[in-house]
């Protein structure tokens, strides 16, 4: 099945850096790969996704590329406000169509 | 925060005992899942059925069962054979199977003393 791993496990930057996820997955079928952010006691809920036919996508300060040789994918988010401070899990569909998640990454963002 | 709907939030049994958490969807979506979140590690998929009266085993199923009779519904059942069943217990739809946005619900945490 799949296997998605997932770095850093907690990141902490300044508020107007850039923070960068980074995912590696197993299954050379998977062709959806979305980010999801969970705030404290929250759902987790979608803020971007790029399919296997896409090499980068953005949407304003977010942005993700996929490495489809390498198998990796990345969340890139630029000018970071403190309201980016939460857990983002990155995640990819096999060919299983089960949604594999990694273990998520605790973003802080300092004042 | 519609759509998808799960009760109760915050659910307490004994050791022994076997507990449905419920989950409701209005999204007219074919998929539903349950995921369980553990500190540390990530949302695991429990159960997940892509169509009425069909579903499908997760990664970590022992100790779970569930049903999907409707819909609109896809309840999960946490029984006493599930070792630690302790958690925060997330549910989700989608319209299909083939790589779209998961809707998750809010979550029920379940403590079992």
């Known amino acids: 099945g799949e296997n998605v791993e997932q770095h850093p496990s907690t990141l902490s930057v300044q508020e107007g850096d850039s923070a960068v996820i980074k995912c590696t997955y197993s299954?050379?079928?998977?062709?959806?790969f979305p980010w999801y952010k969970q705030e404290l006691g929250k759902r987790p809920q979608l803020i971007i996704d790029?399919?296997?036919?896409?090499g980068e996508k953005k949407d304003q300060r977010i942005a993700v590329t996929l490495n489809k040789t390498a198998k990796h994918f990345s969340l890139h988010i630029t000018e970071t406000q403190p309201e980016d401070s939460a857990v983002y899990f990155c995640?990819?569909?096999?060919?299983?169509?089960?949604?594999?998640f990694g273990k998520g990454t605790l973003l802080t963002v300092n004042p | 925060d519609g759509g998808i709907t799960q009760s109760p939030k915050y659910l307490f049994r004994k050791e022994g005992q076997n507990v449905t958490l419920s989950c409701e969807q209005n999204?007219?979506?074919?998929?539903m899942y349950w995921y369980r979140q553990d500190p540390g590690q990530g949302l695991r998929l429990i159960y997940y059925?892509?169509?009425?009266?069909?579903?499908q085993k997760g990664d970590i199923a022992e100790g779970y069962s569930v049903s999907r009779e409707k819909k609109e519904s896809f309840p999960l059942t946490v029984t006493s054979a599930q070792k630690n069943p302790t958690a925060f217990y997330l549910c989700?739809?989608?319209?299909?199977?083939?790589?779209?946005?998961?809707?998750f619900g809010p979550g029920t945490r379940l403590t079992v003393t």
């Open positions: 989700a739809s989608s319209m299909g199977r083939g790589g779209g946005e998961q809707y």
């Open positions: 790029i399919r296997s036919n896409v």
């Open positions: 059925s892509q169509i009425v009266n069909d579903f």
């Open positions: 995640a990819a569909i096999g060919s299983n169509y089960k949604l594999t």
């Open positions: 999204l007219n979506h074919d998929a």
């Open positions: 299954d050379s079928a998977s062709n959806y």
